[in-house]
């Protein structure tokens, strides 16, 4: 079942598209990547849902079906953000306690969520996600900026299924680049000074090959969240739920 539902967070209120899927006892949220959407990124396992689950997937904020505002905007906080909005959803829907599984810049809001919340948080999973930004990482993402000529034509597909236009996507992902460019400077790094206080056991999963994130960062994640295990995939990219559908189920089945 999909709905709207309005949420009033640091005094804004928006209007949150989100669905449910699956009936299990036990509820996981997914917060997607930096301009993704959770039930499209994760439609394998939406399809597939663990019969002992129930999942959660929204759009951010300005993203997709969540408006206002119109186009996503990314204030240097937006990652924070973000993690308020999905307590926010999650107290709306009566769900006491859950776990939560962040993807890419998701994870950033997973792990800021779980820290500020933890007895909400019962555990946490993070997929190809980092703590802090670097110069490499940044040119990356830095030549996917014409999304034309430079995105994944099945990633660009998904996109437009939510945005509907081309000029939105890049318009979110320009912000999205500028914003970046102004956390590269910051010291704090996007959530390092939240690692200590996360106190859900919490599964991180990298790719041994990604290229968007290193693989440094998950080592990072690890030696600095208390109860963390990771596991490195070999060959893995970075959107290792679409290279490895079958595999990345049962990794969550197994966890959760």
Not at 45 to 74: A, C, M, W
Not at 85 to 113: H, N, P, Q, R
Not at 156 to 177: F, I, P
Request: charged share 20%; proline share 4%.
């Amino acid at each position: 079942s999909s709905n709207i539902i309005s949420v009033k967070t640091s005094n804004m209120e928006t209007n949150i598209y989100y669905s449910l899927s699956g009936n299990g006892e036990e509820t996981l949220v997914i917060i997607p990547g930096n301009i993704g959407a959770s039930d499209i990124e994760f439609s394998y396992l939406i399809q597939n849902v663990p019969d002992h689950l129930r999942i959660v997937t929204f759009h951010l904020r300005g993203l997709g079906r969540s408006k206002p505002p119109q186009t996503r905007e990314y204030p240097l906080d937006f990652y924070y953000k973000d993690a308020d909005d999905c307590a926010a959803i999650m107290e709306s829907l009566s769900f006491e306690k859950y776990s939560v599984l962040g993807f890419c810049d998701g994870g950033v809001s997973a792990m800021i969520l779980a820290a500020k919340y933890p007895t909400r948080v019962q555990k946490l999973i993070l997929l190809s996600t980092r703590a802090y930004s670097t110069e490499k990482e940044f040119d990356v993402l830095n030549q996917f900026k014409n999304i034309d000529a430079d995105c994944n034509p099945k990633i660009l597909k998904d996109y437009l299924k939510v945005y509907g236009d081309r000029a939105t996507v890049q318009q979110c992902y320009s912000n999205y680049l500028n914003t970046l460019s102004a956390l590269l400077r910051n010291a704090q790094g996007l959530c390092q000074s939240e690692l200590s206080k996360i106190q859900s056991p919490t599964l991180i999963l990298h790719g041994e090959n990604d290229g968007s994130i290193s693989v440094t960062q998950a080592h990072y994640l690890r030696e600095n969240i208390p109860r963390s295990q990771l596991y490195v995939i070999p060959d893995g990219r970075h959107f290792i739920h679409h290279q490895f559908p079958d595999k990345f189920v049962k990794f969550l089945q197994a966890y959760l």
